[in-house]
């Protein structure tokens, strides 16, 4: 599943669903991964993993990301990667991943998130104003699921991103069809854009 910004001159497409990796969903991550829609996106983090571990993990995700046309980002890395993305907490935040070369934004917190217990969210009202300051496509991230983010797209969300709302297990997981630096670079796999599930903004 892609999107295409009219903002940007090429037109290029981005995913619309994200999946985010993290330590503390352990094995369900590779079923995670299967579910997603060819085209959909993969951030890769593991930032808490040693470095040899972190490699092997990280090529064993880009292989079935390459066997499934998955596009596989890497968090830790800046360069060779076939969407640059950035993050928004706020306004400059977002500003300064537009000026350091962000092609996307993922905003967030946008609701609570288990990954950062006791933080507060944005809301999807400031999430959005956010976004909107920025001008890059916006990913909503922090407690999403498909039913939210079908609220937050008629705000201006570009796509989705979650850890928890795409676990198999999660009971806030739905049909996503409906819908540290310094570790090292390698193995970045874009899936083609322009799917046949793509679609104008």
Same mark, same amino acid.
């Given at each position: ?11 290029? %497409?981005?995913?619309?669903? +994200? ?7 352990? &094995?369900?991550? +590779? ?21 040899? &571990?972190? $490699? ?21 890395? %800046? ?11 706020s ?25 950062h ?42 796509? +989705? ?28 796999? $874009? ?8 679609r &104008?903004?």
């Amino acid at each position: 599943m892609a999107v295409r910004h009219p903002s940007l001159s090429h037109r290029r %497409a981005f995913p619309v669903l +994200w999946l985010m990796t993290d330590e503390r969903i352990g &094995e369900l991550l +590779w079923d995670s991964l299967v579910r997603l829609p060819r085209g959909s996106g993969v951030v890769f983090r593991h930032h808490a993993a040693a470095p040899a &571990e972190r $490699a092997v993990l990280k090529h064993r995700i880009a292989t079935l990301a390459r066997r499934r046309g998955l596009v596989l980002v890497d968090e830790a890395c %800046a360069r060779n990667q076939p969407v640059r993305i950035g993050r928004a907490h706020s306004v400059r935040e977002g500003l300064a991943a537009r000026r350091a070369g962000a092609e996307v934004v993922f905003v967030s917190p946008v609701y609570p998130t288990r990954t950062h217990p006791g933080a507060p969210a944005l809301g999807p009202v400031r999430a959005a104003r956010i976004a909107r300051a920025v001008g890059l496509p916006a990913i909503a991230l922090g407690g999403m699921n498909a039913a939210r983010f079908r609220r937050v797209r008629a705000l201006g969300f570009a796509g +989705w991103a979650a850890i928890d709302g795409l676990l198999p297990s999660s009971r806030h997981a739905q049909n996503p069809g409906e819908r540290r630096p310094g570790y090292g670079c390698g193995h970045a796999v $874009a899936a083609k854009a322009g799917t046949p599930e793509s679609r &104008e903004t």
